[in-house]
């Protein structure tokens, strides 16, 4: 890499590093429902400022959902816009999903195909969108992770996809045959998906042709993207929108 293109990539990583204190309260979120086979979807979208044909991200949510830490995943959708993306934290839960967990059953197995392919709906309506530049990436918490290497296999016009403490699709039952570029980010500590599930994501997606980046936080543990007060937060916040800008907005 050349001292020009490091200097480019290292103003552009400061200019994100900035977005989530100081730009993020410039988007609000919007609620709103996207179309998709089964049923209607809620969605909070953060729209990004201008006219410019744009890409949308979608965000997923892992096993608690968005609600207990809204305030940390509106900041992070809000960022993303900042950086001209159209930014959508995705409620997949049915409200039959939501009895059923109550019921303390555990639906995850059983209802991952279904959510992967209206993820895979919801990114394929957003890309055909006349404000759109054709262009659909994921970003996936914990479960939200693995269902996201789900939806990318299935769907080849997802283009690009951030792990975040995830795994190869599993419950899908049958091999991945193919995944978009991918941001696997994790920590070292994890004891809940340990690191090793997202080493093995990476290797599994490089035998398939895909191109990967690794990134290990030593010492962190299940959840951290999501804590903005923490400098490994930020840190994979950057990498994810420098990666999307990368994967998304190329012409």
Request: charged share 20%; net charge neutral.
């Amino acid at each position: 890499m050349n001292r020009i293109t490091q200097a480019a990539l290292a103003f552009c990583a400061l200019v994100v590093f900035l977005a989530p204190a100081g730009y993020a309260a410039d988007v609000p979120g919007k609620k709103i429902t996207l179309p998709a086979t089964e049923r209607p979807v809620h969605v909070t979208q953060f729209k990004a400022p201008g006219d410019a044909a744009r890409p949308s991200v979608l965000l997923l949510h892992g096993a608690g959902g968005f609600d207990r830490r809204i305030a940390d995943y509106n900041r992070y959708a809000a960022a993303l816009a900042n950086q001209g993306m159209d930014a959508y934290l995705v409620y997949y839960y049915s409200d039959a999903d939501e009895k059923s967990m109550s019921s303390g059953l555990d639906v995850f197995e059983d209802r991952y195909a279904a959510w992967a392919r209206t993820v895979g709906e919801l990114a394929d309506y957003l890309e055909k969108q006349k404000d759109s530049n054709g262009k659909a990436g994921l970003i996936g918490f914990s479960n939200g992770g693995i269902l996201a290497t789900g939806a990318s296999t299935l769907d080849a016009n997802i283009t690009a996809a951030v792990i975040y403490y995830g795994t190869e699709p599993w419950p899908l039952g049958s091999p991945a045959k193919r995944f978009p570029p991918l941001l696997v980010l994790h920590g070292d500590a994890d004891q809940i998906i340990p690191v090793d599930a997202g080493r093995h994501l990476a290797t599994l997606a490089k035998q398939l042709g895909g191109r990967v980046d690794l990134v290990i936080y030593p010492g962190e543990m299940h959840g951290f993207g999501a804590d903005f007060t923490k400098k490994n937060a930020a840190d994979a916040l950057n990498r994810s929108i420098v990666f999307l800008r990368k994967e998304l907005q190329a012409k």
